[in-house]
């Protein structure tokens, strides 16, 4: 009897584990990282949904379009959050991704409205340096004329290296091969990714690592260290618009409606200043917190819109390998 009782529990078992819903959400490792936003928002939101949260994670935004184009329709994960507004183009025209069909109000300070795509956050690219550096560069002239020693990201596996060809782009138009010879003796290495960017600047490799005007932030609130500054150029800073969608073949497409509808929210918004270091698309009622108004304000915004980042993509990878393999 003792055995049968056993038996009985090891079949009933699985599918008593298997009333707990899960929502697979494919992101970027960093926002998963123990000091990203994940854990918070698995907490928060495994408080409401009655499922178990799992973020699955490849090495940063651009990857997620791979490894989605790689698996289609076969993904376990009903969202992918990570993906920026110049890949969204692309992105749309896999069709693997469903309308969202909500409300798509938002704080940016740019028009944003795309039935696919729901934006969660937003930032302006920059060059952090130290503090101390005597004289930053006020354009990509002035620092293509220096120099100082750039660390950038791999614009075909990183969305921030991306944005730094579209940004170049936007300001100098033809001129862009120009400005790619002249900062191509700058640029000490170009890093799959931007946490390893990032962690070379700061283990002091570079001079100038290109991350956003809000990544000193982070050292001043988290750190209490003023030491790091984002230069200003002149010529204006390109945006990035995070965004999340939703998977027509979802296996959890009600979940998936909850959980983007959850990024809008108070709570999803308030992890995002102090946690991704960026800019929440729907401000916390109680605003940013103390230290974000020490950071840089570009004077001018500078943004393609999706389908003029697609089209300008191709040309501005050619300029930019053009460059780097002289």
Known sequence: MKYLTLAALAVFAPAA???????????????????????????AFEAICGCDLVFSAVGDG??????????????DASVVLGLDSNMTARASATGLFAP?????ANDLPVTFDDPIFLPYDWGYFAFVHDSKLPDPP???EELAASDLKIVIQDPRSST?????LLWVKSAYGARAPEIWAG??????????????????????????VLSYTTSPAYHLIAEGDNSKSAALFEEGHYMQVEVAGKLAAAPEPGLADQFLTFMGTETFQSIIPTTNWMYPA????????DGFDQMITPQKALLMTADEAHAARTQALDEWLSALSR
Not at 23 to 32: A, G, M, P, R, W
Not at 100 to 104: L, S, V
């Open 17 to 43: 584990h298997a009333e707990t819903p899960v929502l697979n959400v494919l992101t970027y490792d960093s926002f998963t990282s123990e000091w990203g936003p994940g854990p918070a928002i698995e907490t």
């Open 62 to 75: 651009a990857e997620l379009l791979a490894r989605l184009q790689l698996e289609g329709a076969r993904s």
């Open 160 to 164: 921030p290296g991306l944005g730094l």
């Open 183 to 208: 900062l191509a003796d700058n640029i000490v290495t170009v890093t799959p990714g931007w946490s390893e960017a990032y962690g070379m600047f700061t283990a002091g490799e570079a001079d100038m």
């Open 282 to 289: 729907h401000m916390p009622a109680a605003g940013l917190p």
């Open 100 to 104: 969202h069909g909500q409300e798509g």
């Open 138 to 140: 006020k354009s990509f």
